[in-house]
């Protein structure tokens, strides 16, 4: 049985930093691109992060460019997302995620993905 379970999240200031955890069990974790995904309330669930099976690719959505950054460690079955210079407008809550199939690319396509966490909220006060 799969298993994502984030941590991490919590409330911070304009400009402050948080780091995301996504610890997974149950798959061969190394085989698979994961994603950072994240829904404000009346939002869309969005990509803000993605990154292939090898780690050799990413993806990041526009309005994180150069603020976020996401990272894997296989020995650890985790994934994380390094939340920098943090905006009102981050406020969400944010859902790691498993791609369907072994070594692929992150796809900003929720339906490309089969094993979800059960999402940690991030609040950044202005």
């Known amino acids: 049985q799969v298993q994502l379970v984030e941590s991490g999240g919590g409330l911070v200031q304009a400009g402050g930093s948080l780091r995301l955890s996504c610890a997974a069990s149950g798959r061969t974790f190394s085989r698979y691109a994961m994603g950072w995904f994240r829904q404000a309330p009346g939002k869309e669930r969005e990509l803000v992060a993605g990154l292939s099976w090898s780690g050799g690719s990413t993806y990041y959505a526009d309005s994180v460019k150069g603020r976020f950054t996401i990272s894997r460690d296989n020995a650890k079955n985790t994934v994380y997302l390094q939340m920098n210079s943090l905006k009102p407008e981050d406020t969400a809550v944010y859902y790691c995620?498993?791609?369907?199939?072994?070594?692929?690319?992150?796809?900003?396509?929720?339906?490309?993905?089969?094993?979800w966490g059960q999402g940690t909220q991030v609040t950044v006060s202005s």
């Open positions: 995620a498993t791609a369907r199939g072994p070594y692929g690319y992150p796809s900003s396509a929720s339906g490309d993905y089969d094993y």
